[in-house]
């Protein structure tokens, strides 16, 4: 499985100090990369909870991602906690939905 992240993606899971978390993520999702829930109206959206360091489990991040079965590739493109927002505002959704059109472009051609 090839891992793909956005940048802005990257740089929330240093700021978040989720690099090892985010890494048993990986390896869950390689092992079982429908594991997300599907976000009905996003084009195929995952999200998954990545657990944070000295949080409990309600105070995990949520991780959005496309999966490219046939590529065997997974896109990360966001990860934000609750104290971000409790759901995706509707100008993120927008935004992500916007993305999922470019990315999906490169990989269903």
Known sequence: ??????????????????????????????????????????????????????RGKRGAARTLYLLFTRAETIVFLMVYTKNDFEDLPPDVKKAVRQRIAIIRQEFEP
């Open 1 to 54: 499985m090839t891992f793909i992240e956005a940048t802005l993606f990257t740089k929330r899971i240093i700021e978040l100090g989720a690099e090892e978390t985010y890494r048993a993520l990986q390896n869950e999702l390689a092992a079982n990369p429908d594991a997300g829930d599907v976000i009905p109206g996003m084009g195929g959206l995952r999200k998954i909870r990545l657990s944070l360091p000295g």
